[in-house]
């Protein structure tokens, strides 16, 4: 999902889809914690020799050693499936546009991208590179949050040069429409189909609330939240209680909490990414220490709220978990894979 205009409104720093944390303890340690220390790997990763002036960036995970790589030349972008195990890359699909934003989810792959001035695209095509949906906005930016538990639903923000917007949610495989659900630019979808957004607030955040496709009717769910970020079945929340910024995580069945502690700069606050594992058993994300004045990159599990320390001075950048949770994506333009059985952090895509 992309989120691009946070100073829209105020209160949707809540919908960066972005959280911050620290754990209870106890604390453990992955094998290597130190960016510049790699343990050894029993699965190869054969790094992909880009040309860093063509290179986009990594779109995701096709499986759990498959990724997909964007390209862009001559007015042209290709994507191309890559397999880091055996080194091996395919063309899957070329687009008549500058492409900015590749998401995959599944089978399907979505990109984000322009063909002309003051018009934006969106374009989905499946694993097979087969073009399943498209569709111009004229608009001066765009943002989506697209499904992960139903690819056949796209919150789509179509912003004009005034910052107005109009919203709309698409069914891209299907072919329905249902134009203004709700009056929010920034909405991240739960896992049984419904819509979390922000409305307007004061003090330490904004409130939450939950927008019911089906019956098209809005519920209130939490006050003063910063940020939220879902993942099918479970929900994570920051938010302050008593004055300090806590991690609220949901499930339907029982709810969690967990101290966090957020950076400031340049008088906002520094939202840490987040990012909740395919089972939905941990999540990782970046955590402050206001001792070094650093980021250190951990996982929090769900079972028994232990944290493990994977990289010590972090930055604050993408995160991506592959299909079985065994490895992470990461860095701007996610180039990057951290093994979390090993503790290992080799390079992707060098240059």
């Given at each position: 999902?992309?989120?691009?205009?946070?100073r829209?409104?105020?209160?949707?720093?809540?919908l960066?889809?972005?959280?911050?944390?620290?754990a209870?303890?106890?604390?453990?340690?992955a094998?290597?914690?130190?960016a510049?220390v790699?343990?050894?790997?029993?699965q190869?990763v054969i790094?992909?020799e880009?040309d860093?002036?063509?290179f986009?960036?990594?779109?995701g995970?096709?499986?759990?050693?498959?990724?997909v790589?964007?390209?862009?030349?001559k007015k042209?972008?290709t994507?191309?499936t890559?397999?880091?195990?055996?080194?091996?890359k395919k063309?899957?699909?070329?687009?008549?546009m500058?492409?900015?934003h590749?998401?995959v989810n599944g089978t399907y792959i979505l990109?984000?991208?322009?063909?002309?001035?003051n018009?934006?695209?969106?374009?989905?095509?499946?694993s097979?590179?087969?073009?399943r949906f498209?569709?111009?906005?004229s608009?001066h930016d765009l943002?989506?949050s697209w499904?992960e538990a139903?690819?056949?639903?796209?919150f789509?923000t179509a912003?004009?040069?005034?910052?107005?917007y109009?919203?709309?949610i698409y069914y891209p495989?299907?072919?329905f429409e249902d134009a203004?659900?709700?009056?929010?630019p920034?909405?991240e979808?739960s896992?049984?189909?419904?819509?979390?957004?922000a409305?307007?607030?004061?003090?330490?955040?904004s409130?939450l609330?939950?927008y019911?496709?089906?019956?098209q009717e809005?519920k209130?769910m939490?006050d003063?939240v910063?940020?939220?970020?879902?993942?099918?079945?479970t929900?994570i929340?920051?938010?302050?209680?008593?004055?300090?910024p806590?991690?609220i995580?949901?499930?339907?069945?029982k709810?969690q909490?967990?101290?966090?502690?957020?950076?400031?700069?340049e008088g906002?606050?520094?939202l840490p990414k987040?990012e909740?594992?395919?089972s939905?058993h941990?999540?990782i994300?970046?955590?402050?220490?206001?001792?070094?004045d650093?980021?250190?990159l951990?996982?929090?599990?769900?079972?028994d709220q232990?944290?493990t320390v994977h990289?010590r001075?972090a930055?604050?950048?993408?995160?991506m978990?592959?299909?079985?949770?065994?490895r992470?994506l990461y860095?701007?333009?996610?180039?990057?894979?951290?093994?979390l059985?090993?503790?290992?952090?080799?390079?992707l895509v060098t240059f």
């Amino acid at each position: 999902m992309s989120i691009k205009q946070g100073r829209l409104l105020a209160a949707v720093l809540a919908l960066a889809m972005i959280a911050a944390g620290c754990a209870n303890e106890p604390e453990k340690k992955a094998p290597a914690v130190d960016a510049n220390v790699q343990t050894t790997d029993k699965q190869t990763v054969i790094p992909y020799e880009a040309d860093e002036q063509t290179f986009q960036t990594v779109g995701g995970w096709l499986d759990d050693k498959t990724v997909v790589l964007a390209e862009y030349d001559k007015k042209e972008t290709t994507l191309s499936t890559y397999d880091f195990s055996e080194g091996s890359k395919k063309e899957l699909y070329r687009a008549d546009m500058a492409v900015t934003h590749v998401e995959v989810n599944g089978t399907y792959i979505l990109m984000q991208g322009s063909s002309s001035a003051n018009t934006t695209n969106l374009l989905l095509i499946d694993s097979k590179g087969t073009k399943r949906f498209e569709k111009e906005f004229s608009s001066h930016d765009l943002s989506f949050s697209w499904s992960e538990a139903n690819p056949d639903r796209l919150f789509v923000t179509a912003f004009n040069e005034d910052w107005t917007y109009e919203t709309a949610i698409y069914y891209p495989l299907t072919g329905f429409e249902d134009a203004d659900p709700i009056d929010a630019p920034f909405a991240e979808w739960s896992g049984n189909g419904n819509l979390f957004f922000a409305k307007d607030g004061g003090g330490k955040g904004s409130p939450l609330y939950q927008y019911d496709v089906q019956k098209q009717e809005e519920k209130k769910m939490a006050d003063e939240v910063l940020s939220v970020f879902s993942r099918n079945h479970t929900w994570i929340t920051l938010s302050y209680e008593n004055d300090s910024p806590v991690f609220i995580v949901q499930d339907g069945i029982k709810k969690q909490r967990f101290p966090s502690s957020l950076k400031e700069s340049e008088g906002s606050l520094d939202l840490p990414k987040i990012e909740i594992s395919p089972s939905e058993h941990e999540f990782i994300t970046y955590e402050y220490n206001e001792e070094s004045d650093r980021l250190n990159l951990v996982s929090f599990s769900l079972l028994d709220q232990k944290k493990t320390v994977h990289i010590r001075d972090a930055l604050n950048m993408p995160l991506m978990y592959s299909p079985d949770g065994t490895r992470v994506l990461y860095g701007f333009q996610l180039e990057k894979v951290i093994n979390l059985l090993t503790g290992s952090l080799k390079t992707l895509v060098t240059f």
